[in-house]
């Protein structure tokens, strides 16, 4: 039952994470323009936000190319990630594991320097700076252990830093979901004050929820 609600949850938040990398894969190729339908949701709810929209639109314009390889290797990160948790592929197919695991971890590599550069580099707002550095970090160190851990044959360390570095790249949906309540609390505090306190938030929740998933499922695994 526990096992089921968290699938479910991983599958809603993997859903969202995918949704915002093609919106703004076809905002980049100027498909669709997100910053209409953002004003129309933001406006009545959150409209010092709304107001600060087509600047934080501009910033990803501006840099084209590395949102675009920050999206897409993030959003195939998600999907693929997600599969290398179900037991029975993990069982049924190992080469599928190894491979796509390796795979996985180059993507995390593009994704996250493109972060970092997003986001420390070129941010909105200042305030993005240090929890993306953090987070780019721990995006970068956690696949390192676990692979090292799996080449000594310590699966249960493997295990338990795939799961930290997963929800590190769920984290950027938790942002997502928390982002405007946090706005709205803050209101009428300027958007560009706070983007950084959204990005803790939502970092923070995931990382936490991650660990107390570990420590609770520990002992059943060393069983
Ligand atoms: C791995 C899964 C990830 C996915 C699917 C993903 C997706 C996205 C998307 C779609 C955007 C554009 C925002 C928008 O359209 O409003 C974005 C922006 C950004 N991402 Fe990621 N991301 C991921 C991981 C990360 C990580 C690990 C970092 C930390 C280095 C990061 C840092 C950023 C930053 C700083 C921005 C610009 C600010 C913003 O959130 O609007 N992302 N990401």
Do not use: C
Not at 149 to 172: D, Q, T
Request: cysteine-free; proline content about 5%; charged content about 15%.
């Amino acid at each position: 039952m526990r096992r089921a609600l968290v699938w479910s949850g991983l599958i809603v938040l993997v859903g969202l994470g995918v949704i915002s990398a093609v919106v703004r894969v076809l905002a980049i190729a100027k498909v669709k323009s997100v910053t209409d339908a953002r004003l129309v949701a933001a406006a009545t709810m959150l409209p010092d936000y709304a107001a600060e929209i087509p600047m934080i639109e501009q910033g990803f314009a501006d840099n084209p190319s590395v949102t675009l390889i920050h999206v897409t290797t993030g959003g195939l990160f998600l999907m693929l990630g997600l599969l290398q948790f179900s037991p029975s592929i993990r069982n049924r197919h190992r080469q599928f594991h190894r491979w796509s695991g390796r795979f996985l971890v180059g993507l995390a590599y593009l994704s996250g320097v493109a972060g970092i550069w997003l986001g420390v580099v070129a941010p909105y707002s200042p305030t993005e700076r240090a929890p993306t550095a953090m987070a780019g970090v721990m995006f970068l160190i956690t696949p390192i252990i676990a692979v090292t851990s799996v080449r000594r044959g310590n699966l249960a360390r493997h295990r338990e830093w795939m799961i930290r570095f997963f929800a590190v790249g769920v984290g950027i949906v938790v942002i997502r979901i928390v982002g405007p309540f946090i706005i709205w609390f803050m209101s009428p505090t300027p958007f560009r004050d706070i983007v950084g306190l959204t990005f803790w938030a939502g970092w923070i929740i995931s990382v936490l929820v991650a660990e107390v998933w570990i420590r609770r499922t520990r002992a059943r695994q060393l069983r």
